[in-house]
């Protein structure tokens, strides 16, 4: 069982927007900005999307973006394009004994 | 350009050992903590430790604790994840990932490719 839980899967038509959610604890999601989310294509390495809640990379949409509101995050995602769908991932740092800890994978399907 | 280059795919047996290569390329190799990942088939992300390339010191997952060993060598940008007493369920790819300076954690970026360990008997 992952220590950050997101929902198995979400989905969406073409131009609507979507959010992903991923629930943590005060020990990680709620007491640190250092969230980011990952996009993973099949028989892909995972890229950085969004990092430290709401920061955007250079070359990344600005479809994609994040927020935080007590222990849980959110990716979201306007105006969906076909080539979004993939696995999404969010990571947080924890102060338990595990330095960071990952949610279970989102899949996101563009219908 | 910062790039991070995995060693190939490993078939190992169980009870073996397996030694995977992440060489980095583009910056300063003693300035960033690396990380390691690993991605069990049609699984999600798994973090299993951290080391610093300047001293070497490294931290690992409390599950894999007494199985794991993370090493670096600063003379060809390389850190190496050793995982010993293979099992089945450790089947997966293999990622190494970069934090940003001044970080033992923060945002992976960039990734290595991954390396596809298979344990089969």
């Known amino acids: 069982q992952s220590a950050l839980t997101q929902p198995a899967s979400v989905s969406g038509s073409p131009g609507q927007s979507i959010t992903i959610s991923c629930t943590g604890t005060?020990?990680?999601?709620?007491?640190?900005?250092?969230v980011s989310w990952y996009q993973q294509h099949p028989g892909k390495a995972p890229k950085l999307m969004i990092y430290e809640v709401n920061n955007r990379p250079s070359g990344v949409s600005n479809r994609f973006s994040g927020s935080k509101s007590g222990n849980t995050a959110s990716l979201t995602i306007s105006g969906l394009q076909a080539e979004d769908e993939a696995d999404y991932y969010c990571?947080?740092?924890?102060?338990?004994?595990?330095?960071?800890?990952f949610g279970g994978g989102t899949k996101l399907t563009v219908l | 350009q910062v790039q991070l280059v995995q060693s190939g795919a490993e078939v190992k047996k169980p009870g073996a050992s397996v030694k995977v290569s992440c060489k980095a390329f583009g910056y300063t190799f003693t300035s960033y903590y690396m990380h390691w990942v690993r991605q069990a088939p049609g699984q999600g992300l798994e973090w299993m430790g951290i080391i610093n390339p300047s001293d070497g010191s490294a931290s690992y997952a409390q599950k894999l604790q007494g199985r794991v060993t993370m090493t670096k060598d600063t003379s060809t940008s390389t850190v190496y994840m050793e995982l010993s007493s293979l099992r089945s369920e450790d089947t997966a790819v293999y990622y190494c990932?970069?934090?940003?300076?001044?970080?033992?954690?923060?945002?992976?970026?960039?990734w290595g490719q991954g390396t596809l360990v298979t344990v089969s008997s």
């Open positions: 990932a970069r934090v940003p300076a001044g970080y033992t954690f923060n945002w992976f970026d960039p």
């Open positions: 990571s947080s740092y924890t102060s338990s004994s595990t330095l960071g800890v």
């Open positions: 005060s020990s990680d999601v709620g007491g640190y900005n250092y």
